[in-house]
């Protein structure tokens, strides 16, 4: 016993210069937290002049009457929050905030993540199907926006010239209501296909071959290779993808002001885009602002919603 302790005695003292020396460069003094700051100091200030300043300025003017300068005049509580809540136009544009963004999201993921899985194949020109896939992220939303009116033109679009000569019935998109949410849609998902291709593809090569593999050797066909092994690796990416559709799916204003501008009859009148209308069009920025507060208070939820319901589905490697 007595030759045991002595040689961890030994042991002890050989690493004990290190040692000494990795707690003493731990240490930190209070020059060290001046540099501390001086680094976090210009991100910091950036953040509250054009982050932190702008959400508090938005809470407190919801609870105000403004002017046209956006100062606040007269208090009024929660009087613009039962106002909009009970208000039939801006439930309306909630309900069609609500079809837009669980449409794109869902159809986003789904598109994006077939046209992935179809880009890894091995097969002749896939490089030049990938660039096409994931061409639509240099796309800005202005040239998307002329794209998709020519598109959907009645009279010169494509869409309408493909219907007359198949004798269908020709559709007038962005003058229906119901054509019109279909047609930003449309619109908003091809728009979104190249980032969310690009992550997809980009999971997919993660994944080990050897569990196919595997999976081939068990008899598995493709398809159920596909739900069993890849869906389970990559499920980290489509949590993330989703949260990210999710939100962006929230805040499309470009599409909606250049395409249809909230018409016809309010169909596409999205949250953002009344936001944009109370405020700059008609100067109400307290109700602006109290629209803004719930948005921000709905995407929080369904945010939250989705990591507590996803997250458990997640499965990491």
């Known amino acids: 016993m007595e030759q045991i302790k002595s040689n961890n005695s030994n042991k002890l003292k050989r690493i004990s210069p290190a040692s000494k020396l990795l707690t003493k460069s731990y240490n930190i003094n209070a020059r060290d937290k001046y540099y501390a700051l001086w680094f976090l100091g210009p991100s910091l200030l950036v953040l509250a002049i054009f982050v932190f300043y702008p959400m508090l300025r938005t809470l407190y003017l919801s609870f105000f009457l403004t002017n046209n300068l956006g100062q606040p005049t007269v208090f009024v509580g929660w009087q613009n929050y039962l106002s909009l809540l009970t208000s039939s136009s801006y439930l309306a544009s909630l309900q069609a905030t609500l079809i837009y963004v669980f449409a794109v999201s869902l159809l986003t993921l789904g598109f994006g993540l077939l046209l992935a899985q179809a880009a890894s194949f091995k097969v002749k020109g896939r490089t030049f199907f990938r660039t096409v896939f994931s061409g639509t992220m240099g ?72 569990f196919y593999e595997a999976a081939q050797i068990e008899g598995l066909s493709k398809t159920r290779q596909f ?89 990491y490697k």
């Open 139 to 210: 796309v800005s939303v202005s040239v998307a926006a002329i794209f998709w009116l020519f598109m959907f033109n009645p009279s010169i679009g494509l869409l309408d010239q493909l219907a007359t000569l198949l004798h269908l019935p020709v559709i007038n998109w962005l003058t229906q209501p119901g054509w019109a949410m279909t047609a930003v849609v449309i619109s908003t998902v091809w728009m979104n296909l190249g980032f969310t291709f690009l992550i997809f593809f980009g999971a997919l090569q993660s994944v080990p071959l050897t």
């Open 227 to 315: 739900f069993k092994v890849t869906l389970p690796l990559i499920s980290p990416t489509i949590f993330f993808v989703s949260i990210i559709t999710l939100i962006e799916a929230f805040k499309s204003f470009g599409l909606i002001d250049l395409m249809t501008a909230g018409g016809p009859n309010n169909a596409t009148n999205l949250l953002v885009y009344r936001i944009y209308q109370d405020a700059f069009l008609s100067g109400n920025y307290g109700l602006a602002s109290t629209e803004s507060v719930i948005l921000a208070v709905i995407i929080a939820f369904f945010t939250f919603l989705q990591f507590k319901i996803l997250e458990k589905r997640v499965t």
